[in-house]
């Protein structure tokens, strides 16, 4: 099973700051990587794949980075809206798909 | 619209059983393969199961293989997740999610609002 690792656990920042999250994979999962963001009493709602492809309707100061183990989700000038918690998931091996713990993004 | 509609959560005794379900609509449902996530209160996400969209291709997480079964009736368009022997750390909301292929996992573009099973005696 891939193991994925999220750093920090917890993000303080000031809205209109630049966020910068990381996903680890124990081992490589080459570009095969979706990133999810999820507000609280919501259904998550994604993002990124393919390591850096932004999703369908996703604003463009979301992008991601990364290949092989080590992947990057910043968000360029956070907004109000973008205070949530970001799950990234690999999509390499199956079965399991594997999310990381999560990285909560809270106001400073 | 894409929609995706769980329902059959609830409190249930650890031992005993439930079968949730998912009603899609708003897309051709057998054109993807479609998987249950949960979410224990206040934790991350977990994946719990995927099927392919003709069923010949089903995934478990390890830690309900052999406890819970998956399931799709692409002419009712539903998806259902059998689950026995329920156990405490069962309890999560349970999420449906559309995934972006029909055949293998890959990774999520839709989601249901989730139905939470709580296990306790």
């Known amino acids: 099973e891939i193991v994925m690792t999220q750093s920090p656990a917890t993000l303080s920042v000031s809205p209109g700051e630049r966020a910068t999250l990381s996903c680890r994979a124990s081992?490589?999962?080459?570009?095969?990587l979706a990133w999810y963001q999820q507000k609280p009493g919501q259904a998550p709602r994604l993002l990124i794949y393919?390591?850096?492809t932004r999703a369908t309707g996703i604003p463009t100061r979301f992008s991601g980075s990364g290949s092989g183990t080590e992947f990057t989700l910043t968000i360029s000038s956070l907004q109000s809206e973008d205070f949530a918690v970001y799950y990234c998931?690999?999509?390499?091996?199956?079965?399991?798909?594997?999310f990381g713990g999560g990285t909560k993004v809270e106001i400073k | 619209e894409v929609q995706l509609v769980e329902s059959g959560g609830g409190l249930v005794q650890p031992g005993r059983s439930l079968r949730l379900s998912c009603a899609a609509s708003?897309?051709?449902?057998?054109?993807?393969?479609m998987h249950w996530v949960r979410q224990a209160p206040g934790k991350g996400l977990e994946w719990v199961s995927g099927?392919?969209?003709?069923?010949?291709?089903?995934g478990y997480a390890d830690s309900v293989k052999g406890r819970f079964t998956v399931s799709r009736d692409n002419a009712k368009n539903s998806l259902y997740l059998q689950m026995n022997s329920l156990r405490a750390e069962d309890t999560a909301l349970y999420y449906c999610?559309?995934?972006?292929?029909?055949?293998?996992?890959?990774?999520?573009?839709?989601w249901g609002q989730g139905t939470l099973v709580t296990v306790s005696s």
């Open positions: 393919g390591a850096s």
């Open positions: 708003g897309f051709t449902f057998d054109d993807y393969a």
């Open positions: 999610a559309r995934d972006i292929a029909p055949a293998r996992a890959y990774y999520f573009d839709y």
């Open positions: 081992q490589s999962v080459s570009s095969n």
């Open positions: 099927i392919s969209w003709n069923s010949g291709s089903i």
């Open positions: 998931q690999q999509y390499n091996n199956w079965p399991p798909l594997t």
